[in-house]
């Protein structure tokens, strides 16, 4: 079975590429609803418990906590070294599920594949990208984001060209959502077959 980690920064279109290959019958795992799901779930004590305050009704209040820690990377490294573990040990679970229902690829949509440096959980990477002003107007349309929301974001975020440079595939989700589409087909039709030659 062929891991692919699929990646990106901020406004490329990351969730709307790993909806395709959902939709062509690939399993994904999406390590930002594995979040969502544990911020509702067993993060949410060990949260409260660091970050007193921002829980609301056994749920992480996500704007209390974005303003706890953004901007602040010793604040940030303490919740990700609370956060992440949890997504892994959910992610392996799934990648033995996937396994035992014979699945030839699986993608691991995981949107800090290079900042946490987890390249050796996957065996390929897909990054998606755009041009910065696709970028740039994409983020700001979104509801409550501000120019330095975008700006500390980004700043978090390794470049895209360096993402680009180290990728083994790269969709440009600006030439159009049909472009993309074709191109996540020819990439399951090159990826399932050498899984399954494996």
Excluded: N, W
């Amino acid at each position: 079975m062929i891991r692919l980690g699929l990646t990106g920064s901020i406004g490329m279109g990351k969730s709307t590429t790993a909806r395709m290959f959902a939709d062509a019958g690939v399993p994904v795992h999406d390590s930002d609803a594995a979040v969502h799901a544990l911020y509702a779930g067993r993060a949410a004590p060990l949260i409260e418990a660091a970050f007193p305050g921002t829980v609301r009704e056994s749920v992480v209040d996500r704007a209390l906590l974005g303003e706890r820690v953004l901007g602040d990377a010793a604040e940030l490294k303490r919740l990700e070294a609370i956060v992440h573990p949890l997504v892994a040990e959910e992610e392996r679970a799934f990648i033995e599920k996937a396994k035992a229902d014979g699945a030839p690829l699986v993608v691991l949509d995981i949107p800090l594949l290079f900042e946490i440096d987890a390249l050796d959980r996957v065996d390929r990477v897909l990054v998606v990208t755009a041009p910065e002003k696709v970028q740039r107007e994409r983020v700001l349309a979104r509801p409550g984001m501000t120019e330095a929301r975008f700006e500390a974001i980004r700043a978090k975020q390794v470049p895209d060209r360096v993402k680009r440079a180290r990728a083994d595939f790269i969709i440009d989700t600006s030439l159009g959502m049909d472009c993309a589409r074709a191109k996540v087909a020819d990439l399951i039709s090159v990826l399932a077959p050498q899984a399954a030659d494996a």
